[in-house]
C-alpha cells in the first residue's frame, strides 16, 4: 500500500482517482497494476472459463480444472447430448424466450399507466408493484407449489408443465419500476402531440411512447434475461420428472448420477453459462446502466 | 389472447368509479373537470386497463400465495383430508425446534459475512479498477461474469473447486501457504465458510460496478486537497471517499442483507444445509420442512416468519435513513 501511496501523492500529475493509480507514470507501478488486473481476472474469471474448457477437455480428472482443456475433444458433448441434455436447453430456452417476451409487454403496459397517467388509485397501484418486491419466490415457495397445482379462479394445474415456470415470472416489480423511472423522463409533449394529431390510445403507445423508450427495453429486457435464466426455486417446485427440467436443474441430477461423468455436467454447465455471458456482453451498455440507475433505487 | 380478453374484463370493475362516480357527485363543475381530463387523458379506466395484466398476474402469484401462506401457517395442512386450525401450534413448533434455532443463527452469520465480505472486497476492486480506460473497462468485465453467471453454474464449479483431496483446486491454493487441505463443504467445521466465500465470490463484483458509478461523481479536486493536506491515502479514502459513496454503500449493504435472508439456491447446491445441519439456513430448512417432510404448515409458519424479517429490516432501514437526513 505505501508503494501506492507515494506515486499518488508524489509521482501523479493529477489525482482523477483515489488511490491515483491511473496518473502514476513509473514503469514499476504500472507492471503492479497488470499483475493485479491478471490476478482479478483470474479469480473472477478463471472458473468460468475453467468450465467451458472443462466441457471441451477430453480429460476424465474429477478434481482438475484447467484454462486451457487438456486433450481437446467432443466426447462430452456427444456423451452429454445422449444423455438429454438438449432437452434441458430447449426447456430453458422456451422458458426465457416466452416469459422475457410476456415480462416485457406486461411491464411496459404497466409503467406507461405508472408514469404518464394521473388517475385516482394510482398510488394504491404504485404501492402494488413496490409490495411485490418484497415478496419473492424464496418466501412464497410453499403457498405458490399449492397455486401451481390449482390456480385461483382459473383451476389449472400448472405442475410439471413449461408455463408453470414462465406465468409466475411474467409480472416482474423491478422491471416495471425501472421502465417506470425511465417513461417518466420522456416528455409528455410528444404524446401530447400525437393525440392532438387525433391518434387514438393504442396508436399513441404503439409508435409514439414505444420507440422513445428502446433504451430501456434494453435495460429490463437484459435483466429479465438474467433473472429468468438464473431461475432455480421456481423450476424446482414446477418441474417433478426429468422431462421438464432446465439446464440448472438438471446439473444437480446430472452430477448426483454415478454414470454420468464429470465431462456431461460440464457441458451442461457450458450451455447454461455461455447464453447468460453472451447476453451480457452484448447488451453491456444496458446492463451498466440500469445497475447504475434502476437497481440501487430498487 | 386469453391476456387480452382477462385484462378487458378486469380492468373495468377495478377502475374506481368509472363512468358512474363523476355524475353521482352531482356537481356541473367535477362533471365538466372529468370531461376535460378524459378528453385529454381517455377515460379513467384505460390506466387501469393498462395495469390489469401485471396486477392479476400480481394477484395470482404473489398476494394470492402471500395470504395462503398465511392461512396455512394457523392449520395443520394436510392434502385430501382438510385442513384443521390450529392456532399458534406452527409457530410454537417452529421456533421451539433447535433446527430452526440453528439455521436463523447460520443465516445471520451467512448474510452478514457475505454481506460485509463483498462490501470491503468490492469497494477495494473497484479502487483498483476504478477509471475510464479501455482496459479497465475490459478487467471489470471479466470480474463481472460471476454476477450473470448462473448460480447453479456457480455452485458446480465450486463443488469441483472444493474437492476435498489434496489435489483439489482449492486445497492446492491454501498449500501454497502452507496449510493443510480442507474439507470444505464437506465438514460441518467449514461448510458454512466455504458458502460465504462463494457468496463473497458473486456478491464482490457487484458491489464493485455499483461503487465504480459512485466514484465517477466523487469530486476530484477534494483528493488533491486531501494530498495537499498531508492526507495519506487510507485517510483519503476514510475522508473523501466513504462519505462522497455512503448514500451507495447503504443501499447496497440493505439489499444484500434482505437478500443474504433468503439465500437459498448456493445452500441447496453446495451443501444442502449439510452435512449434519452445519450449513441449514432458515430457506433450506423451510424447504425441507415443506416438500421433503410434509410438514406444510410449520413450513408456512417460517415463509411468515422469514417474509415478517424481510420487512422489519426494510423498515427499520427506511426509518434509520429518514432520521438520518
Known sequence: MSRVRRAGVNGGDGLDSALGLGTSSRPWIRALNYAVWAIIIVV???PLVAVVAGAFSGSRDPSQLSIIPADPSLASFSAAFDRGVLRYLANSLIVVGFGLVFQMIVSVFAAHALARKRFRGSAIAMLL????????????????????????????????????????????GFSILVMTEFMKEVPAELEEAAKIDGAGEIRTFLFVVL???????????????NMIWDQYLLPLLVASDSSMFTLPLALRTLRADPEVGLGVVLVAATLALLPAVIAFLCFQRSFMRGLSSGAVKG | MTETTLTARAGTPEAPGAPGAPGSVGRRTSRARWMRRARRHGPVWVPWLFLAPALILFLLFKFIPMGQALVMSFQDVQPFLGNQWVGTANYETLVGSPDFQSAVWHTSILA??????????????????????KRLWFVRSAAFLPVVAPMAVIAEVWRIMYHPTSDGLANQIIGWVTLDPSQWINSPDTSLWSVMIVGIWRGAPYDMIIIVAGLVSVDRSLYEAAALDGAGILQRIRYV???ALRPVIVILLTLAAIRGMRVFTEVYLLT??????????????????????????????????????TVLLTLLVQFARRRDR
Open chain 1, 44 to 46: 473472477f474469471a478463471g
Open chain 1, 129 to 172: 408493484v413496490l409490495s411485490t418486491m418484497m415478496l419473492p419466490e424464496e418466501i412464497l415457495a410453499i403457498p405458490l407449489s399449492q397455486v401451481l397445482a390449482d390456480v385461483p379462479f382459473l383451476g389449472f394445474n400448472l405442475i410439471n408443465t413449461l408455463p408453470g415456470m414462465i406465468v409466475p415470472i411474467v409480472a416482474w
Open chain 1, 211 to 225: 420507440p422513445t423508450c428502446t433504451p430501456a427495453l434494453g435495460v429490463i429486457g437484459v435483466f429479465g434475461f
Open chain 2, 241 to 243: 471517499t466513504i462519505p
Open chain 2, 112 to 133: 452478514v459475512g457475505q454481506t460485509a465480505g463483498s462490501m470491503f472486497l468490492g469497494f477495494t476492486l473497484a479502487l483498483l479498477l476504478e477509471g475510464q480506460a
Open chain 2, 272 to 309: 444442502n444445509g449439510g452435512p449434519n445441519g452445519s450449513s441449514e439456513v432458515v430457506m433450506t430448512l423451510i424447504y425441507k420442512l415443506g416438500f421433503e417432510r410434509g410438514d406444510l404448515g410449520v413450513a408456512a409458519a417460517g415463509s411468515v416468519v422469514l417474509f415478517v424479517a
